[in-house]
Nanobody, 125 residues
């Protein structure tokens, strides 16, 4: 099974930017990499997903226009660029990987996924 390690979480002021990194190691190559987040007391929500072997990336509506997902397939690394951060973006951010053709950042799709340990992002006003 692939192992995932997130990094890049930090404390920033509202309006700032962060780039999160997730590196996959071991196991076979997944077909899809995605980012999720979990705010305190809330369920985990999908943010963005990208196929490893080409295809359209998906950005979910709550972060569309502010967040972007990109991929370095050779390095098995996925990035989440977060701009115009708001206090409401404060959460633990998780990377996930799955095999299969469906590549949408949705918990039902990723119920069989491998997950990283998460990285904390805190946005202050």
């Amino acid at each position: 099974q692939v192992q995932l390690a997130e990094s890049g979480g930090d404390s920033v002021q509202a309006g700032g930017s962060l780039r999160l990194t997730c590196r996959a190691s071991g196991g076979r190559n997944p077909d899809c990499l995605a980012w999720f987040r979990q705010k305190s007391g809330n369920e985990r929500e999908g943010l963005a997903a990208i196929p490893l072997y080409g295809g359209r990336k998906e950005i979910e509506d709550p972060v569309k226009g502010r967040f972007d997902i990109s991929l370095d397939a050779d390095r098995r690394t996925v990035y989440l660029q977060m701009n115009s951060l708001k206090p409401d973006d404060t959460a633990v951010y998780y990377c996930a990987a799955r095999s299969g053709w469906s590549c949408v950042a949705n918990m039902k799709v990723f119920d069989d996924a491998s997950w990283g340990q998460g990285t904390q992002v805190t946005v202050s006003s």
